[in-house]
């Protein structure tokens, strides 16, 4: 022990020292301890160092800490370390820091008032604490409200739940979730709904048994124990209630911040009710009674809601208004009462005044007079033996006695009320067992105790023992199951205090004996008790400075109690004769509350004194007689004798205890005082229970648990295969003093401590372990770093290097460069200066050169147009002499040859004188005269010309004479120009010097104009540069707000898609939502209807039985009252006459007469819809008769026209025959034997015959085809035209013959037909030109008539018309040919292509070898002749079909006309009686010919085929064998049947059985699996054949055609469509509820509790110890029971041929039960909230989702139904420190809840001590982080939830004429067509 001690107590380790204001006061160990140390070095918490000295004798060393781990347990028993400090810390911890008001003690339910309301007492969690054992979940009122029904159901022992605890701790309301819980989970009995009735005495009790107090506003004033009563069946069947010292003295005083009884100010403040008036109340505050404490309202009640509330509850009793009125009338009585003044007399007596209004008030409340009233009020009857006289009071006394009174009358009413409600809550069935439900006070101690304090303490003493036996109890009970020797522990016995009170001569007995003493006094009572037990009782003391006071030491703490008022409190007397007024009241209620009474209230007849606060009034006991005052018990005595009863009652139960502890005195919210705390944990046993367990063996472990918590302190050599030797040996080892542990038969027992101990072992194991593992990893890191350090520096040494290099080889590049640039710099700025100076000397240059060639050319050029004037000068000088020396000449010429021509003329003249001369001269002459003629000519011509060539001379030189002269005066102007340019040249020089001086100016200004020049270009230069950049930035600007706009942009567009998406999500919820209310009223109406069924099936029992007639209540029985049904279970268990009675009892009035009222208004019901279907069918008579005489009428014409055309039937048949006879003979004949040979004449004869009489008759089949086809179809239209709305109308057809009148428009239509018939193609034309025919072939005509009518032109119409039609037909066939001619030609190419595959198949062949050749060719033949038999069977195949089609057209159409022949026949009768009979035969229409596909069946065969099919299958064999759905296919088809023979009786009746048979099956066998699943199969399927076979275009899309021609034709089965798809809903729910029961026991199991991943969880050092009353756990189930199930489920599924989509909802809906089932089991198990858990979990999940992977269903919604569960995995393995924690929290948790995300941080407990616990303000930060967040409060998620359901229409690819029937159906009976 010391070995441990030191070291357990070395440096760090925390132990708790005790503190005046914290109680205890946690510190750390600063040196390690040694035996001789005197003191211990501790540190607080605070940092402050001390100096704990220990006690030199006892050398007690303070209490050690828990380890972190363990703080915030579940049940402080399970702490390693039980005391005191510990039991605070951890109750602490759990309340302040988790929020969690429940703790275990052991048995012990410790409860917290938290003072605010929590959202953990909904009806999710009461589904969730259901059927789990008690160490599973959360402490929780529920688990031991579950615990108590659990036991009672399983032991068939009654059960107690004793909730005790201060006033304000919340007992009240402990016990009324705990009634709340029993009537959730066990529901009634009867349909009177008693847990109802049950629940609403609450409301009753707490207004007239609660009132608010300093300590709690709704504190209950008197104890209750409420016996809740169950049948065999453990359903709730009544109650009973009992009550304890109801604190009267609250009526008529109350301190401050306190009120009186509820009730009363709920009629203060309903005061102005109409109902009220007469009870003349006012408000509170004008009341004595009401306004005493000065507080009349309590924040956020509103009284007046709260009276409604009560009445509401009275009524539900079956307290009716009546009474009501009357309770109240009493009540406002008593204020009224409280209200009177009584004023002083004299010294001795007092009086009343007249005419009191309150008195008066009071008087005609109760019904009294006022003088008797004020009489007794003020004097008392004293009696002696020989006389009575009476006594005037003095006004204190009176005023005390008018108190008592009201105290009196309060009682007795709270008496008769608690009667009632008994009486309201009683039944007549048999109670099987009970559960007792006790709310007492607990311990009370006060600065003045009185005699009630004495009662309560009293009572908790005797509850104290009553506990620690059952402690003991079960204590022993444990040891000896696992048969560990039993050795007594020693713990508190109150024995000696409870005799000290009860026994004989004890506190009781002298206060009794004194009370009977004629001048017993307080006083003298206390010397009494002095003299008696102060020196024989250690238990019994004086204090010091009183001698009207003692003191008990009571097991919670010692208690002083006041002697004064002992007496009077114990006596409870009220004035006999105000009494006696009360008993002479008018008022009916006031004599029935004290019928009973007492006639005197004391044994000495003295008046009750004026001290204190009276508090206690006990039910009276009403066994024995009462009637005489001598025999009158004193209020301890009934006090006594109630409580014995009460023990006895709990003794003889199993008692479960609720232990409430109030927080704090000031009501707030989470507020934990220590100091309150240890008191009422010491006062209510809890530390007692703690140090019952720590004297044993309180920690205990299973030997798998302790192996695997332990493994790790065991090597490998010490791990055997048997474990539990494995754990004696390590424990040998690791504890050396065997008294530390026991072995028992299942666990391993420890002693306190030893846990802390072992788990200090294993932690320092683990902490080694850790260290080396550290060390290792860190010198891993370190090298690794090391490592990565050296790579990082060489890469960094490389790269800087290299950097060096690539910066050297840049600077020398860069020098290089400069000095470039350098060279080509200086070189430029050379060649620009160069160039600058040889520009300027290049431009002097050029100026000067300038100046100087224009000098020489403006030289040359003066002496160039000097030459030239002197050219012209000279040349006209030259001209003029060469023109006057010409003119000369010539002149001089001329007149020499003047002057010779005169000599020649002269000479001339003279020779012509002569005559011989003249003849001389004329010889020759002619000639001559020619030749000059002609020499004339051509000189004439000759002078032409050169005329013409003088007069363009003469113009030349005109010309060229103005020319020169023009240039003359030019020239004249040119030498005047020169000389003036001569005269400008000087001035022009000047102006040249003045140019030049202007050129140097000028170039000085260049230079400044340059240079300012270059100046502003760089300024240019530079604001571009700049503008560049401003461009650039706003470009950037430009390209940010663009990217903005499309950001933006973008967002909208996503916004808006998110919102579309948002819009369609709510849309589609919305639409969920409907589908579920819809599916969940379809549950609620099957409910309904499996509980009429049962209500018919129990009265059909009950009247069965026999009957001694109905008893009655009496009238003021209200029909609310208790409402059972009769169980048939009971009347089993009796015999005969004593049945009888029994039924007679069980059966309530109520429910008679309300079953009665049910069917009155049924049968009321089933008349109006009886009446208003024969109204329905009278008008459908009406209208069906005038649909008949319509049809009478038009069927008259049409059998005329039907007989006209079987007369010309029967001609055209003669006519064939007769042909086929002369055919006959032709081919008989012996002689024209030779002509028959083919080619002959007579052969061709008679072929064209044969082709011809065939044509006919294929004509005259259609034609027969047509009319029946038209006929009928006019039958149907006028059968069923009032009968369905989805027939068509009749036909025109039908109206066309309505209107023929005569046979000739009859036989004129009927030509019409015919063309028609034999042209289809031109259908109108041929009808007209019939027509035209038929007129033209009428009697002769009057022609003039005709034509005058217009008839020929008509005809010439028609003929045109007709003409067309020829050519239209002419075109027809010529299209056809060409048509045909396409096919041929494409027939060929087919050829063709044969013949070129087969000369390609012959080359390859020929390629072949011989072997293979033969047996390719062989190969090849195979499969043609394969394909041509296949293609000849499928010929074949087709004409048989054809042929049995046309023998059933045949036989049917021969049947029907000879029908109508026999119809015919028979008379000449009217047109109406010939229709009768044909109509009904023919009244099937078809749509298809063929038939096959239909299932044939009598009327009588319905019951046995619903029972073969539906009530007797087999599902396993049906499935296994047979195709999927097939019993569906088969009603389907025998629906179809009776669709097709129109009969609606028939498929109304197989719609019916079948839905009903179904039903049947499924009440019967709902919990087998395979059943609903194979039904539910079926029931789709049925649903879509409906659809598929409806003739609804929706859903015939994907049909065949050969599924088209099945359609359903005659009726609209839309409506059943509805009721089957109901079905199909209540099967899908049934489904899913099967297969919830079955996963439900697997699910925590399998996901939570079991070690999928083994060593990851480890098992917490708990000492978690399933409670001993406990079921005992079932076979464990794993992760992979669940998978295997799930498996299961899909394959039986996917044999019974589900809808794929089907499976996939099923599966959704499976997982989300999963998931909600294992997070709400989560989020109440502390145990599991840790970061390995959600590991496991995790896994778990991926485990779920890899089934449905392989599974194919990962699109189904699964595996989104499971992100609650993964996301809270993933929140227990966060980080959960800092605020980007919790950041990361609330962006992942977005499935989650704020309350569930809370509950888990709360409930996150570390497994090992190296994890850290999440810090209250992480969770505030949370808190305000999803405060925003929108969603429900709600903790758990609802398990009972069902997604809707939805059947997408699955068409059948199956053909039905396909299916065969199976003998073993059984259906022999069933026929196919």
């Known amino acids: 022990m010391n070995r441990e001690l030191e070291y357990m107590f070395v440096q760090s380790a925390r132990v708790w020292i005790p503190d005046a204001e914290e109680v205890w006061k946690s510190a750390e160990l600063t040196k390690d301890y040694k035996n001789d140390d005197a003191s211990l070095q501790l540190m607080l918490e605070d940092g402050t160092t001390i100096d704990h000295k220990l006690d030199p004798k006892t050398k007690n060393l303070p209490y050690l800490r828990n380890p972190d781990i363990l703080v915030g347990e579940n049940d402080l028993t399970a702490l390693s370390y039980l005391h005191e400090p510990a039991v605070l810390h951890n109750l602490k911890v759990r309340f302040i820091d988790s929020k969690l008001i429940y703790t275990y003690c052991g048995i012990v339910l410790v409860a917290i008032n938290p003072y605010e309301t929590l959202p953990i007492y909904g009806t999710d969690i009461i589904n969730a604490y259901s059927g789990q054992n008690m160490g599973d979940m959360d402490p929780h009122i529920f688990a031991v409200a579950e615990e108590a029904y659990k036991q009672m159901a399983r032991d068939e022992r009654?059960?107690?739940?004793?909730?005790?605890?201060?006033?304000?701790?919340?007992?009240?309301?402990?016990?009324?979730?705990?009634?709340?819980?029993?009537?959730?989970?066990?529901?009634?009995?009867?349909?009177?709904?008693?847990?109802?009735?049950?629940?609403?005495s609450n409301p009753i009790m707490e207004a007239i048994g609660n009132a608010k107090t300093t300590r709690n506003d709704n504190s209950s004033r008197f104890g209750k124990y409420i016996e809740i009563g169950f049948d065999n069946r453990y359903r709730i069947i009544g109650a009973n209630m009992r009550t304890y010292l109801l604190e009267k003295s609250r009526v008529v005083f109350q301190a401050d911040e306190e009120r009186n009884y509820h009730i009363f100010y709920q009629l203060c403040a309903s005061a102005n009710q109409p109902e009220f008036k007469n009870l003349r109340l006012s408000t509170a505050n004008d009341f004595l009674y009401t306004r005493q404490g000065r507080s009349p309202v309590i924040e956020g009640v509103d009284d007046a809601k709260e009276l409604r509330t009560t009445r509401h509850a009275f009524t539900l009793l079956g307290i009716n208004e009546s009474y009501q009125i009357g309770l109240f009338q009493v009540l406002a009585a008593i204020l009224h009462l409280g209200n009177v003044e009584i004023k002083d007399r004299d010294s001795d007596s007092s009086l009343i005044a007249p005419n009191n209004r309150h008195l008066t008030a009071f008087c005609e409340l109760v019904g009294v007079t006022y003088q008797d009233m004020s009489q007794w009020l003020c004097h008392r009857k004293l009696k002696t033996a020989t006389e009575t006289y009476i006594k005037p009071l003095p006004r204190l006394q009176a005023t005390n006695a008018r108190d008592a009174l009201s105290k009196h009358i309060y009682a007795k009413l709270f008496n008769w009320i608690v009667e009632h409600v008994n009486k309201a809550l009683v039944t007549n069935i048999k109670q099987h067992s009970f559960i007792g439900v006790l709310d007492i006070y607990g311990f009370e101690t006060f600065e003045i105790n009185s005699f009630e304090q004495f009662c309560i303490n009293y009572a908790n003493e005797k509850l104290q023992q009553q506990f620690n036996m059952h402690v003991f109890k079960l204590e022993q009970e444990e040891y000896m199951k696992e048969q560990i020797p039993w050795t007594l522990i020693d713990f508190y016995d109150n024995q000696p205090c409870i005799n000290l009170i009860e026994a004989k001569m004890g506190i009781l007995d002298l206060l009794d004996e004194e009370c009977k003493m004629p001048k017993g006094s307080d006083d003298s009572w206390a010397q009494k008790l002095y003299n008696t037990h102060l020196k024989t009782c250690s238990l019994f003391e004086k204090p010091r400075m009183s001698n009207r006071a003692f003191i008990i030491q009571h097991f919670a703490d010692k208690v002083e109690y006041q002697c004064e008022g002992f007496l009077e409190k114990n006596k409870d007397t009220v004035n006999e004769e105000q009494i006696h007024v009360l008993k002479a009241s008018k008022f009916n209620l006031l004599v029935e509350l004290f019928q009973d009474e007492e006639k005197a209230t004391t044994p000495t007849g003295q008046v009750p004194g004026t001290g204190g606060r009276t508090r206690l009034s006990i039910k009276p006991d009403k066994g024995r007689d009462t009637s005489s005052k001598e025999h009158k018990k004193t209020v301890g005595c009934q006090f006594r004798n109630s409580l014995q009863m009460l023990m006895e009652t709990l003794n003889a139960t199993t008692p479960h205890y609720v232990r409430c502890i109030k927080p704090n005195d000031f009501k707030l919210a989470f507020s934990f005082d220590p100091k309150r705390a240890v008191q009422q944990l010491r006062a209510c046993g809890v530390l007692e229970t703690i140090r019952i367990s720590a004297a044993g063996f309180p920690s205990r472990w299973t030997y798998q648990e302790f192996f695997s918590r332990y493994r790790v302190l065991m090597k490998q050599k010490d791990v055997l295969p048997d474990k539990k030797l494995t754990c004696k040996n390590v424990l040998e080892k690791l504890v050396q003093d065997q008294d530390k542990y026991q072995f028992g038969k299942t666990k391993i027992f420890f002693r306190a401590g030893q846990v802390a101990y072992l788990e200090k072992l294993r932690a320092d194991k683990l902490r080694a372990a850790c260290i080396r593992i550290q060390k290792t990893i860190r010198c891993w890191l370190a090298r690794k770093k090391y490592l990565r350090q050296r790579s990082a520096a060489i890469t960094i040494q490389r790269f800087t290097r290299g950097y060096q290099a690539r910066c050297l080889a840049k600077f020398m590049r860069r020098t290089q460069a400069a000095t470039i640039i350098q060279k080509y710099q200086r070189m430029c700025v050379e060649r620009k200066r160069f160039r600058q100076k040889q520009a300027a000397a290049l431009a002097m240059q050029t100026i000067l050169r300038a100046y100087m060639a224009r000098q020489k050319y403006q030289a040359l050029l003066r002496e160039h147009k000097a030459v030239i004037i002197q050219k012209h000068v000279r040349g006209w000088l030259a001209r003029c002499w060469y023109k006057h020396c010409l003119e000369a000449i010539v002149y001089l010429q001329c007149c020499i040859r003047r002057m010779r021509a005169k000599r020649e003329l002269k000479k001339l003249k003279i020779e012509a004188r002569s005559v011989e001369h003249f003849k001389k001269l004329n010889k020759g002459m002619e000639n001559k005269i020619m030749q000059l003629q002609r020499k004339i000519d051509e000189q004439n011509k000759d002078n032409r010309v050169i005329s013409e060539r003088l007069v363009s001379l003469e113009s030349s030189y005109a010309s060229e004479s103005e020319r020169m002269r023009g240039e003359l005066g030019r020239l004249r102007g040119v030498e005047e120009d020169a000389k003036n340019k001569a005269n400008q040249v000087s001035s022009l020089l000047e102006e040249l010097e003045k140019l030049r001086k202007e050129l140097s100016v000028t170039q000085q200004e260049k230079k400044t104009i340059e240079d300012w020049a270059q100046k502003y270009r760089d300024e240019m230069e530079k604001m571009v540069s700049e503008l560049k950049d401003q461009n650039g930035l706003l470009k950037k600007e430009k390209d940010d707000l663009n990217r903005m706009i499309q950001e933006q942009s973008q967002q909208m567009t996503e916004k808006m898609t998110r919102a579309i998406a948002q819009e369609t999500q709510q849309l589609e919820t919305d639409l969920n939502e409907e589908r579920s209310r819809y599916q969940n009223l379809l549950t609620e109406h099957l409910r309904l209807e499996e509980k009429y069924d049962d209500l018919k099936e129990e009265l059909a029992q009950s009247k069965n039985v026999s009957k001694p007639g109905h008893r009655r209540t009496d009238s003021t029985h209200s029909s609310n009252e208790s409402e059972y049904t009769y169980n048939s279970e009971y009347a089993e268990l009796e015999d005969g006459s004593r049945v009888g009675e029994d039924v007679t009892r069980g059966m309530d009035t109520s429910l008679t007469l309300k079953l009665q009222k049910r069917v009155t208004e049924l049968e009321q019901e089933k008349q109006s819809l009886r009446n208003e279907l024969e109204n329905k069918e009278e008008q459908f008579q009406r209208a069906r008769a005038r649909d008949d005489a319509q049809f009478r009428k038009a069927r008259g014409a049409e059998l005329e026209y039907e007989s006209l055309k079987r007369q010309e039937l029967e001609s055209e048949n003669k006519k064939l025959r007769h042909d086929l006879a002369e055919m006959r003979q032709s081919l008989l004949g012996g002689t024209a034997a030779s002509a028959g040979a083919p080619g002959s004449p007579a052969y061709k004869v008679l072929l064209d015959q044969l082709n011809a009489s065939c044509e006919e008759l294929e004509v005259r089949k259609e034609e027969v085809l047509i009319l029946r086809s038209q006929l009928v179809s006019q039958k149907e239209a006028m059968h069923h035209k009032d009968e369905k709305e989805t027939m068509t109308e009749p036909s025109v057809f039908a109206q066309d013959v309505n209107k023929l009148k005569d046979a000739d428009e009859l036989k004129q239509a009927y030509v019409g037909l015919k063309d028609t018939n034999r042209s289809p193609r031109s259908v109108r034309p041929a009808l007209e030109v019939s027509n035209l025919l038929s007129r033209l072939r009428s009697a002769a005509p009057d022609l003039h008539r005709l034509n005058e009518d217009g008839?020929?032109?008509?005809?010439?119409?028609?003929?045109?018309?007709?003409?067309?039609?020829?050519?239209?037909?002419?075109?027809?066939?010529?299209?056809?040919?060409?048509?045909?001619?396409?096919?041929?030609?494409?027939?060929?190419?087919?050829?063709?292509?044969?013949?070129?595959?087969?000369?390609?198949?012959?080359?390859?062949?020929?390629?072949?070898?011989?072997?293979?050749?033969?047996?390719?060719?062989?190969?090849?033949?195979?499969?043609?002749?394969?394909?041509?038999?296949?293609?000849?069977?499928?010929?074949?195949?087709?004409?048989?079909?054809?042929?049995?089609?046309?023998?059933?057209?045949l036989k049917v159409y021969s049947k029907r006309i000879g029908e109508m022949g026999a119809g015919h026949t028979e008379g000449q009768t009217s047109p109406g009686q010939m229709v009768e009979e044909p109509i009904h035969p023919v009244n099937i229409p078809r749509r298809e010919k063929d038939f096959q596909g239909m299932l044939e069946y009598k009327k009588e065969d319905e019951m046995k085929l619903v029972k073969n099919l539906i009530l007797e299958l087999k599902p396993r064999g049906v499935a296994v064998n047979l195709i999927p759905g097939l019993p569906a296919y088969i009603l389907f088809m025998c629906l179809r049947h009776s669709d097709y023979v129109n009969d609606d009786q028939k498929v109304r009746t197989l719609l019916t059985s079948t839905i009903n048979s179904i039903k049947k099956i499924l009440k019967k066998r709902g919990d087998d699996f395979e059943t609903v699943s194979f039904w539910l199969a079926n029931t789709c399927r049925f649903l879509h054949c409906l659809k598929q076979y409806s003739g609804d275009e929706v859903f015939m899309k994907h049909n065949t055609s050969r599924q088209n021609e099945h359609c359903l034709s005659n009726f609209d089965l839309a409506e059943y469509r509805q009721v089957i798809s109901d079905l199909a809903i209540q099967i899908y729910q049934q489904l899913v509820k099967c297969m919830e029961n079955i996963l439900q026991p697997m699910i925590v199991s399998g996901m939570l509790e079991h070690e999928t991943i083994q060593g990851v969880s480890g098992v917490k050092p708990t000492g978690l110890r399933k409670r001993t009353s406990s079921i005992a756990d079932e076979g464990t189930y794993t992760l992979d029971s669940i998978l295997r199930q799930l498996s299961a489920f899909h394959s039986t599924m996917c044999q019974h041929g589900t809808d794929p989509e089907l499976i996939k909802q099923v599966v959704k809906q499976l997982f989300y039960i999963i998931g909600a089932v294992t997070l709400n089991n989560l989020l109440l198990r502390k145990d599991m909230c840790s970061w390995s858990k959600g590991m496991q979990i995790r896994y778990n999940v991926s485990q779920l989702e890899e089934w449905l992977r392989d599974k194919g269903l990962m699109n189904c919604g699964a595996k989104e139904t499971l992100?609650?569960?993964?996301?809270?995995?993933?929140?227990?393995?966060?980080?959960?420190?800092?605020?980007?924690?919790?950041?990361?929290?609330?962006?992942?948790?977005?499935?989650?809840?704020t309350a569930q995300i809370v509950k888990v941080l709360n409930l996150y407990t570390p497994v090992n001590e190296f994890e850290e616990r999440v810090s209250v303000s992480f969770i505030r930060t949370i808190q305000t982080r999803l405060r925003d967040r929108c969603e429900s409060p709600q903790l758990l998620m609802d398990t009972k939830m069902i997604y809707p359901v939805t059947f997408p229409f699955n068409p059948s690819s199956l053909a039905l004429e396909t299916i065969q029937i199976p003998t073993s159906l059984n259906l022999s009976f069933l026929t196919r067509v």
């Open 1763 to 1793: 992100e609650p569960l993964i996301q809270a995995a993933q929140l227990l393995q966060v980080k959960k420190k800092t605020d980007e924690d919790a950041e990361a929290i609330c962006s992942m948790c977005h499935a989650l809840t």
């Open 1351 to 1449: 008839e020929l032109w008509l005809v010439n119409q028609g003929l045109k018309e007709t003409t067309r039609l020829l050519e239209q037909q002419l075109q027809t066939q010529r299209r056809t040919h060409d048509s045909e001619v396409e096919s041929l030609r494409g027939e060929l190419q087919n050829v063709k292509e044969e013949n070129n595959r087969q000369q390609q198949l012959l080359a390859q062949n020929l390629q072949l070898p011989p072997e293979a050749r033969i047996e390719a060719s062989l190969q090849h033949e195979i499969t043609r002749l394969t394909n041509e038999n296949l293609d000849l069977m499928e010929q074949l195949e087709k004409q048989d079909r054809t042929i049995r089609k046309l023998k059933k057209q």
């Open 158 to 200: 009654n059960q107690s739940i004793i909730v005790s605890g201060e006033s304000g701790a919340g007992k009240t309301v402990s016990a009324k979730y705990a009634m709340r819980y029993f009537a959730t989970v066990s529901g009634s009995a009867s349909e009177a709904n008693v847990e109802e009735k049950v629940l609403a």
